[in-house]
């Protein structure tokens, strides 16, 4: 419905028109004329208690937004508390962890040493520098060349997402798309937000090639970003997607990158960690849907409790050794092969094992969750 021109009326101020509807940092304003004299507020959490509409379509109409708003707020508090819980428990686990490594370490003094010998020997590495990316399924800009990832979604997946998908911001008050899905933006306001801001970095992932760590709520319900330590230049960036009908064990790989600057985060200011692609890096492929849906994440990676289980959980990147980075890219250069990406992905495999003291002719076997099961 078309908020401009509708009259309301303020507690203290009287009488006014609506003369504009605009989205700023994400959050829905109207501006009423009260007789000359223009006032904003938040849409349309005004019209809980101090203005009321006159118009009986309207005023229904902005009735149901701020129960929307509200079932919002409330599934918002309860994410919150989840995320509170869960750092709680990590908090709780981290310290007995710790004392058990310092028991373990003595004994394992010789085996490690003889490990990192062994693996020295066979020009293998099993530090977790490279890293892989849980991203929200994102179909804008989709062709017969990329899954997706440039660009603003389509509407069948705006609503997949907010109603059956993974990915938590889309179905947050703060998001643009949530505005849209909930009739508070038209589409040509949708896209006029994305183009001047943005709405997501996962509609923006395969123009910019940057990859962040996200954020997580504090005590306070904040957002505090979160770092990326161990993530390395010349090292692989992963990316991975599952479509809101599927399931985990589906997830695959849509986009890889050498990394050319990693970022760890700084706390002080708030500032996410993030990894990124130079601008003219050649070291990058994305892969079409058909190529990427043969591209399985949980062929190559395994998680260290339940090593049969594909289960992500919280958390949206895992780290990944330098033998399951070169497995991936062994197999993109195979899939490659008589396209025109099949230079590209050579090169990229073979640069990749070449500044990682990486021998091809050594890399074994996959041994992701799905090969163990």
């Known amino acids: 419905m078309n908020v401009i021109g509708q009259v309301v009326e303020h507690k203290s101020l009287g009488m006014g028109k609506i003369c504009d509807h605009k989205i700023r940092k994400r959050e829905s304003y109207i501006v009423v004329d009260f007789s000359g004299d223009h006032?904003?507020?938040?849409?349309?959490?005004?019209?809980?208690?101090?203005?009321?509409?006159?118009?009986?379509?309207?005023?229904?109409?902005?009735?149901?937004?701020?129960?929307?708003?509200?079932?919002?707020?409330?599934?918002?508090?309860?994410?919150?508390?989840?995320?509170?819980?869960?750092?709680?428990?990590?908090?709780?686990?981290?310290?007995?962890v710790r004392r058990k490594l310092k028991e373990k370490k003595t004994k394992k003094e010789g085996k490690k040493e003889s490990s990192i010998k062994e693996k020295n020997k066979n020009n293998k590495s099993d530090k977790g520098h490279n890293i892989a990316f849980k991203c929200n399924y994102c179909d804008g800009g989709k062709s017969s060349a990329q899954v997706g990832f440039s660009g603003l979604c389509s509407n069948?997946?705006?609503?997949?997402?907010?109603?059956?998908?993974?990915?938590?911001?889309?179905?947050?008050?703060?998001?643009?798309?949530?505005?849209?899905?909930?009739?508070?933006?038209?589409?040509?306001?949708?896209?006029?937000?994305y183009e001047d801001e943005g709405v997501c970095y996962e509609s923006e992932l395969l123009k910019n090639w940057r990859a962040c760590a996200g954020t997580s709520f504090d005590e306070d319900g904040e957002t505090t970003a979160k770092r990326i330590v161990s993530a390395k230049v010349n090292h692989l960036a992963i990316l991975t997607t599952v479509n809101p009908e599927m399931v985990e064990n589906k997830r695959y790989i849509f986009a890889v990158f050498l990394i050319d600057e990693a970022?760890?985060?700084?706390?002080?200011?708030?500032?996410?960690?993030?990894?990124?692609?130079?601008?003219?890096?050649?070291?990058?492929?994305?892969?079409?849907?058909?190529?990427?849906?043969?591209?399985?994440?949980?062929?190559?990676?395994?998680?260290?409790?339940?090593?049969?289980?594909?289960?992500?959980?919280?958390?949206?990147?895992?780290y990944m050794t330098d033998e399951m980075a070169a497995q991936i890219l062994r197999d993109i250069a195979e899939?490659?092969?008589?396209?025109?990406?099949?230079?590209?992905?050579?090169?990229?495999?073979?640069?990749?094992?070449?500044?990682?003291?990486?021998?091809?002719?050594?890399?074994?076997?996959?041994?992701?969750?799905?090969?163990r099961s």
């Open 39 to 96: 006032k904003e507020f938040q849409f349309p959490d005004i019209f809980k208690s101090i203005i009321t509409a006159k118009d009986e379509d309207f005023k229904a109409y902005v009735a149901d937004l701020v129960e929307k708003k509200k079932e919002i707020d409330r599934r918002e508090e309860i994410l919150r508390q989840k995320e509170i819980e869960k750092e709680h428990k990590n908090i709780i686990r981290e310290e007995p």
């Open 156 to 193: 069948k997946n705006i609503v997949k997402n907010i109603e059956g998908g993974r990915g938590e911001w889309c179905k947050f008050q703060d998001c643009a798309c949530r505005h849209y899905y909930d009739k508070m933006i038209d589409r040509a306001e949708l896209e006029e937000i």
């Open 263 to 318: 970022f760890a985060g700084d706390p002080d200011n708030n500032e996410e960690g993030y990894v990124l692609s130079a601008p003219k890096s050649r070291y990058r492929i994305k892969l079409s849907e058909k190529e990427a849906k043969k591209m399985l994440f949980w062929n190559y990676y395994y998680n260290s409790g339940k090593k049969e289980n594909p289960r992500w959980g919280t958390g949206l990147f895992r």
């Open 335 to 371: 899939i490659k092969k008589g396209t025109d990406d099949e230079k590209a992905a050579d090169n990229l495999f073979k640069y990749f094992c070449s500044v990682n003291n990486i021998d091809i002719e050594d890399i074994g076997p996959k041994k992701g969750a799905l090969k």
